[in-house]
């Protein structure tokens, strides 16, 4: 895997394509801060390929939700998204096309309450293009 500018642990694969990272999450998870990883600066992010792909319902009895954003703003991205049906739930705020224009780390917090919770499984998806103009 290439990477963004010298000293950076940004993802770019050196190539005009769309890029993404990608996390998985558990009800395990329930409280902990996920890094799902870097984008590098001057990266466009794609609202409409990002989000959460729930594949097993989270089952916690009250609330079930995932907020996503850089680490400077934990739900700037996504906030509450619904963990609670196996869907694909997309981001719900601040991105359109979102211009970063520093190396920023996308995070994940898993936030359950209610009854204990025994499932849930999912993909955290952050879809990106990079600077890389030719």
């Known amino acids: 895997m290439a990477t963004g500018t010298a000293g950076s642990a940004a993802r770019d694969l050196g190539l005009q394509a769309v890029h993404y990272l990608r996390k998985s999450i558990t009800y395990l998870d329930d409280g902990l ?3 799902v990883g870097i984008i590098p600066a001057g990266s466009l992010i794609i609202k409409a390929m990002s989000g959460v792909h729930v594949t097993t319902a989270f089952n916690a009895g009250t609330n ?10 934990d739900d700037l991205y996504g906030t509450d998204l619904s963990l609670a049906t196996a869907t694909f ?12 224009t ?19 499984e999912a993909e955290v998806i952050i879809c990106f293009i990079p600077d890389n103009d030719l």
């Not at 997309?90 to 211009?99: I, K, M, Q, S």
């Not at 520093?102 to 849930?120: E, F, K, P």
Request: charged fraction near 15%.
């Open 102 to 120: 520093v190396d920023t780390t996308i995070i994940a917090t898993v936030d359950l309450t209610g009854t204990t919770q025994t499932t849930g």
């Open 64 to 73: 079930n939700y995932l907020d996503i954003g850089p680490t400077t703003n």
């Open 33 to 35: 801060v996920k890094t």
């Open 89 to 100: 739930v997309p981001l719900d705020e601040a991105v359109g096309t979102y211009l970063v």
